[in-house]
C-alpha cells in the first residue's frame, strides 16, 4: 500500500540523504503553492513527483534549485544547507535542472551547445585560449554527446534538430560538469512514442551515482525510469510509494488518471 502518511517521511534517517526537504513552504501573497513539502532522496536515487496541473511540482523544483526561495523550511543537499543559496552555488554543487521549455542556443551546433556547458561549470570558463583537440573539455564534449544519442547530429544546428533531439541535448548540458543530481522537468513533453522510448533508454542508461527527481506527465515514462514516486495534490504530498503501488492505486487513478493523463 501506498504511504500516505506524514509521519515515516519526518522520522526517515536522513543521514547521507542526496536531497532533504523539511516542511518546506512557499508563498505567494496570500496563495500556498506549497505547504509542509517533506521529502528525503538518497544519493543515486531516481524518484518521479507526479500530480496534475497546478500540484506545485515545477514550484517545487523552483525552491530546490533557488529559483524561488521558500518562504519557510529548509533545503539540504548532501548534508549542507542550501536554503538560502544562489542558483549558481547549488550548481557548483553538483545540482542540475531542466526546463520545460528548451534553453538552447538554436543558432549554434549540438557540439558546441555542449562544449558552452561543459565549459560554464570548469575552471577555466573565462579563459579566452581556443580549445586544441587534446582539450579535456571537447573529450567530455563528445562523451555526452553519445551518451544522449547525438553523435550523428552533433554538427548540426540547434535550429534544425527535431524536437524529441533537443530534448535529448537538455539532458547532455544538465550532465555537463558531473552533476550529483538531477531536476528533469517533464522530459518527455511533446515526444513522439518513438522519441519517449529512447529517452527512457537515456536516462536507464545514466550513471548509478547520479540521482534524479522527474517530473512528468506522461506516467508510463516516469514509472519506467524511478524507483519511487511522490505524488502530490494542491500543493501537499499526497501519497508517495512503490511505483507499482502509485499505479495500481485507487486514489491515486481517481486523482490523477482520471484527470486526463496517462
Given at each position: 500500500?501506498?504511504?500516505?502518511?506524514?509521519?515515516?517521511?519526518?522520522?526517515?534517517?536522513?543521514?547521507?540523504?542526496?536531497?532533504?526537504?523539511?516542511?518546506?513552504?512557499?508563498?505567494?501573497?496570500?496563495?500556498?503553492?506549497?505547504?509542509?513539502?517533506?521529502?528525503?532522496?538518497?544519493?543515486?536515487?531516481?524518484?518521479?513527483?507526479?500530480?496534475?496541473?497546478?500540484?506545485?511540482?515545477?514550484?517545487?523544483?523552483?525552491?530546490?534549485?533557488?529559483?524561488?526561495?521558500?518562504?519557510?523550511?529548509?533545503?539540504?543537499f548532501?548534508?549542507?544547507?542550501?536554503?538560502?543559496?544562489?542558483?549558481?552555488?547549488?550548481?557548483?554543487?553538483?545540482l542540475?535542472?531542466?526546463?520545460?521549455?528548451?534553453a538552447?542556443?538554436?543558432?549554434?551546433?549540438?557540439?558546441?551547445?555542449?562544449?558552452?556547458?561543459?565549459?560554464?561549470?570548469?575552471?577555466?570558463?573565462?579563459?579566452?585560449?581556443?580549445?586544441?583537440?587534446?582539450?579535456?573539455l571537447?573529450?567530455?564534449?563528445?562523451?555526452?554527446?553519445q551518451?544522449?544519442?547525438?553523435?550523428?547530429?552533433?554538427?548540426?544546428?540547434?535550429?534544425?534538430?527535431?524536437?524529441?533531439?533537443?530534448?535529448?541535448?537538455?539532458?547532455?548540458?544538465?550532465l555537463?560538469?558531473?552533476?550529483?543530481?538531477?531536476?528533469?522537468d517533464?522530459?518527455?513533453?511533446?515526444?513522439?512514442?518513438?522519441?519517449?522510448?529512447?529517452?527512457?533508454?537515456?536516462?536507464?542508461?545514466?550513471?548509478?551515482?547520479?540521482?534524479?527527481?522527474?517530473?512528468?506527465?506522461?506516467?508510463?515514462?516516469?514509472?519506467?525510469?524511478?524507483?519511487s514516486?511522490?505524488?502530490?495534490?494542491?500543493?501537499?504530498?499526497?501519497k508517495?510509494?512503490?511505483?507499482?503501488?502509485?499505479?495500481?492505486d485507487?486514489?491515486?487513478?481517481?486523482?490523477?488518471?482520471?484527470?486526463?493523463?496517462?
Open positions: 500500500m501506498a504511504i500516505d502518511s506524514a509521519a515515516p517521511r519526518y522520522s526517515a534517517v536522513a543521514a547521507g540523504a542526496a536531497l532533504e526537504l523539511r516542511g518546506v513552504t512557499r508563498l505567494f501573497g496570500a496563495l500556498a503553492a506549497l505547504t509542509d513539502i517533506t521529502i528525503t532522496v538518497r544519493p543515486g536515487e531516481r524518484r518521479a513527483v507526479l500530480g496534475s496541473n497546478g500540484a506545485g511540482k515545477t514550484t517545487l523544483f523552483n525552491c530546490v534549485t533557488g529559483d524561488f526561495p521558500p518562504s519557510s523550511g529548509t533545503i539540504r548532501f548534508g549542507e544547507d542550501i536554503t538560502h543559496f544562489p542558483p549558481y552555488e547549488r550548481i557548483r554543487r553538483g542540475r535542472r531542466t526546463y520545460q521549455i528548451s538552447l542556443f538554436p543558432s549554434l551546433t549540438v557540439r558546441d551547445n555542449v562544449y558552452l556547458a561543459c565549459r560554464g561549470v570548469s575552471r577555466g570558463r573565462f579563459s579566452l585560449l581556443r580549445p586544441g583537440t587534446n582539450d579535456a571537447m573529450h567530455a564534449t563528445e562523451q555526452l554527446i551518451a544522449v544519442h547525438l553523435t550523428p547530429v552533433r554538427e548540426q544546428l540547434v535550429a534544425e534538430l527535431a524536437h524529441g533531439q533537443q530534448r535529448q541535448l537538455e539532458i547532455a548540458l544538465a555537463a560538469g558531473a552533476p550529483r543530481f538531477i531536476l528533469f517533464e522530459p518527455a513533453a511533446g515526444l513522439s512514442p518513438t522519441e519517449r522510448r529512447e529517452l527512457v533508454e537515456i536516462l536507464t542508461s545514466l550513471p548509478a551515482h547520479i540521482g534524479y527527481i522527474i517530473i512528468e506527465h506522461d506516467m508510463d515514462v516516469a514509472l519506467r525510469v524511478v524507483e514516486v511522490t505524488m502530490m495534490h494542491n500543493g501537499r504530498i499526497f508517495e510509494g512503490l511505483p507499482h503501488e502509485i499505479e495500481a485507487p486514489e491515486v487513478q481517481e486523482l490523477y488518471l482520471g484527470a486526463g493523463h496517462g
